[in-house]
């Protein structure tokens, strides 16, 4: 269980109810919005798992490797399941993403243009954390070509009309400088 700072309440449980097998689960969800009187109808959110299969001694214990944050928007959830045959934590994210952390689905600030997503990949570009200008997940050398386009050295500010200049901001400091430039070369992968 996890309660959000507006006042959700978020639970998640393994649930058979589908599997009518004792040994298979499914991690479900629901949520409260007045202190617990009511409750959003139950969901699965996960694959079916087996849980007696895996190294901690069957599903006494599975359950035991849960947690979970919530935010305004959503929840956050760190799981065990066997969906490879032994116990692995797996990671969830329960209703739409907020990054930047103004409440607001990142969807809804890419659609009403209060932020922009330049590269496609679903991340605002102010919560990009390297610069990937082609939206592959990689910096690659095609990244390199983009930041050399954008790249204003110290002190001088991102030209707002150069599309996706500020994915080459990685420090986010208003300018494309040699910071930013060793933030490629730490993220570069050669493809």
Not at 30 to 57: C, K, M, R
Request: glycine share 8%.
């Amino acid at each position: 269980m996890s309660v959000a700072p507006n006042g959700r309440i978020d639970v998640i449980w393994n649930d058979t109810r589908n599997t009518h097998d004792i040994a298979w689960s499914e991690l479900y969800y629901s949520n409260s919005t007045d202190g617990g009187e009511t409750w959003s109808p139950n969901i699965p959110v996960s694959q079916p798992f087996i849980t007696t299969e895996g190294g901690y001694g069957g599903n006494d214990k599975v359950g035991d490797y849960y947690h979970m944050v919530s935010d305004n928007l959503g929840a956050n959830v760190a799981y065990a399941a066997t969906f490879n045959g032994d116990h692995d934590v797996y990671f969830l994210r329960i209703g739409p993403w907020d990054r930047n952390g103004n409440e607001v689905d990142d969807a809804a600030d890419v659609a009403h243009a209060t932020s922009r997503d330049c590269n496609g990949n679903a991340v605002t570009d102010d919560c990009e954390y390297r610069a990937d200008f082609d939206g592959d997940s990689y910096t690659t050398l095609a990244d390199y070509a983009a930041f050399t386009a954008c790249s204003t050295g110290p002190t001088l500010p991102l030209d707002p009309a150069r599309p996706c200049c500020e994915l080459a901001d990685t420090d986010h400091d208003g300018d494309a400088d040699l910071k930013d430039f060793y933030s490629l070369q730490r993220d570069f992968v050669p493809r």
